[in-house]
């Protein structure tokens, strides 16, 4: 059972983001929405480590997560956050996505 390293990084860092938001500008939202992202987050990163072919809930956040914060990216052309974890979550939709298309039998002619 191989440990899901970079999902368990993300998780830490959305969730770290959400701690930030709410340092720096007290924003109640940016802590609430960190927190429950990251904690999904991490709940999927360690059902992959369980089983590789688990990844239904880091998908599902993560493509959420990037649209979300894709959304608010082009509304207000900030890198940071938004960008910022766009970009890293579409890395991460790319990464869980490749899995379901080596998981899928291919069929022949």
């Known amino acids: 059972m191989p440990i899901d390293i970079p999902g368990f990084a993300y998780a830490a ?18 802590l609430g929405a960190g927190l429950l992202f990251g904690s999904i987050l991490g709940y999927g990163a360690f059902q992959s480590s369980q089983d590789p072919q688990n990844y239904g809930v880091i998908l599902g956040s993560s493509a959420t997560l990037g649209g979300i914060m894709g959304y608010r990216f082009y509304n207000t052309g900030k890198i940071m956050p938004a960008g910022l974890i766009a970009a890293i979550s579409t890395v991460m939709v790319v990464r869980y996505s490749l899995r379901v298309f080596q998981s899928s039998p291919v069929k022949m002619q």
């Open 13 to 30: 860092a959305v969730a770290a983001g959400g701690i930030m938001g709410y340092v720096k500008s007290h924003s109640i939202p940016s």
